[in-house]
């Protein structure tokens, strides 16, 4: 089965971008990348996804690498209010597998 | 707004016991999904609904079972709780597949087995 790989832990300043790597070298033609944040003490919440283009919405903008092995979300200012854990998914017809994630620190 | 609720926050349970959690979503959606989440394993599914009485497995379904009578409501039950079975367990909704639809969770409900 396809999987997604991500660092346990990152660190940025606030209003600086944000770059969070995501690795699935074993992805398939049909996987859909979706990415998720989950804050503290809250169900995760829908981010961006996309399957072959970068994509771009009012939280985020999704890079996928030309070959699909890897993709980066990139929160574009960020605030204390995205500290959270983010979550690299792919997903195969309706086969959801969830990474681990990164959890997400904003220095003020 | 989409509304996900879960019935309860937190619960303790015995050993044995059959448990009930509960889900109810307010949009209309087809398919609802049941995780748990655990610490360093992130979230895993445990089974999923498409529609009304039907219901898939996931990666994880043993020890579990599912129901689902309405469209806005899907149940996850643990026969016999064991406390291996302690966890957080997340409900979810999405109007379409989740190939290409956004899922919108529930709060969670922080289950624990004494």
């Known amino acids: 089965d396809a999987k997604t790989t991500q660092p346990n832990s990152m660190e940025s300043n606030e209003e600086e971008p944000v770059h969070l790597p995501c690795n699935h070298s074993?992805?398939?033609?049909?996987?859909?990348i979706h990415w998720y944040r989950q804050l503290p003490s809250q169900g995760p919440e829908y981010v961006i996804h996309?399957?072959?283009s970068n994509v771009n919405n009012r939280m985020a903008s999704l890079a996928i690498a030309e070959d699909r092995k890897s993709s980066t979300l990139i929160l574009h200012r960020a605030t204390l209010r995205d500290a959270a854990v983010y979550y690299c998914?792919?997903?195969?017809?309706?086969?959801?597998?969830f990474g681990k994630g990164t959890r997400l620190h904003i220095l003020p | 707004d989409v509304k996900v609720t879960q019935s309860s926050r937190y619960l303790v349970k015995r050993t044995g016991e059959k448990v009930f959690l509960e889900c109810v979503q307010d949009?209309?959606?087809?398919?609802m999904f049941w995780y748990r989440q655990d610490p360093g394993l992130g979230l895993r599914l445990i089974y999923f609904?498409?529609?009304?009485?039907?219901?898939e497995k996931g990666d994880i379904p043993e020890g579990y079972s599912v129901s689902r009578e309405k469209k806005e409501r899907f149940s996850l039950i643990l026969e016999s709780a064991s406390t291996n079975q302690t966890s957080m367990y997340l409900c979810?909704?999405?109007?379409?597949?989740?190939?290409?639809?956004?899922?919108?969770f529930g709060p969670g409900t922080r289950l624990t087995v004494l």
């Open positions: 998914i792919l997903i195969r017809d309706d086969k959801i597998i």
């Open positions: 949009m209309d959606h087809e398919n």
């Open positions: 979810a909704s999405s109007l379409g597949g989740a190939s290409t639809d956004t899922q919108y």
């Open positions: 996309g399957l072959t």
């Open positions: 609904s498409y529609d009304v009485k039907m219901k």
């Open positions: 074993t992805i398939s033609g049909t996987d859909y």
